[in-house]
């Protein structure tokens, strides 16, 4: 494989919208989350669906866009 591009959320912060994969507390967290705005918490957050409740952007210690996912060798 290829190195991974894993982008420190204290640094940078991803497009808004675009889908990434999180980094929490040292694990890849299960899900691809967009970065987008909560008209209830009045904030930007982390949202992986309609559902599961949003992440506040400290939450996740690191980030990489889902179109960055490095290919296997030889694909």
Request: no cysteine; charged share 25%.
């Amino acid at each position: 494989m290829q190195g991974t591009e894993w982008n420190n959320t204290n640094m940078e912060l991803p497009e808004d919208g675009e889908p990434v994969l999180l980094i929490s507390d040292g694990e890849i967290l299960a899900g691809i989350y967009r970065l987008e705005w909560n008209s209830v918490e009045g904030e930007m957050q982390w949202f992986l669906d309609d559902v599961v409740a949003p992440l506040p952007i400290p939450d996740a210690d690191y980030w990489m866009y889902l179109r960055d996912l490095p290919m296997p060798e030889g694909e």
